[in-house]
């Protein structure tokens, strides 16, 4: 079965993100989107609510989807959020120069264990190189504690062909 008909459309959303910004290259909101579908981000309900140049926010519930056996957020699920933010950072980059953003080394240190409600990320570029980027993620709970912190390195490589339907 067809997975946007099995759990409906992309739940990856970019809510503050204006439809003429200057990093898209000419990749609408809608295109952006079509890229989070059918994936990890997709199917464990990520968002990314603000993309920038150099910086991107965005958050990930924390529910069963995201849990881990002792009912706490998943260490991997932080990953997700931090790699995802990073490369979505990265894309915004490259795609207009003709180039993908694959991540090549992620690492985190969870520092607080959380049950419910969302987890939001922030992501910065810390370095913005012709073929690597390094972006510093730093994960917040409901309350502003500092949950996750991670480091991901971006390669930018030649555009990828995208998959065929």
Partial sequence: MDRAKQWGPSPVKFVEMTEDSS???GISRDE?????????S???????????????VGRLPVDARTH????????GASV????TLGSVGSHFIAA??????VGIE?????LRGVRSGWVTGT??????GGRLHVWHIDIEDDQGRSICTSRLTVMLVPQPEKPAS
Avoid: C
């Avoid at 997709?42 to 991107?56: K, P, Q, S």
């Avoid at 992501?123 to 913005?128: G, P, V």
């Fill in 42 to 56: 997709d199917a464990l309900g990520l968002e990314v609510l603000e993309v920038e140049h150099g910086r991107v």
């Fill in 96 to 101: 207009p120069k003709g180039k993908g953003a």
């Fill in 80 to 83: 997700v959020l931090a790699e």
């Fill in 68 to 75: 881990q056996p002792y009912g706490l957020l998943h260490g």
């Fill in 106 to 110: 992620v690492n985190a240190n969870h």
């Fill in 32 to 40: 952006l989107r079509a890229l989070g579908a059918d994936t990890i």
């Fill in 123 to 128: 992501a910065r570029l810390h370095h913005e």
């Fill in 23 to 25: 990093l898209s290259g």
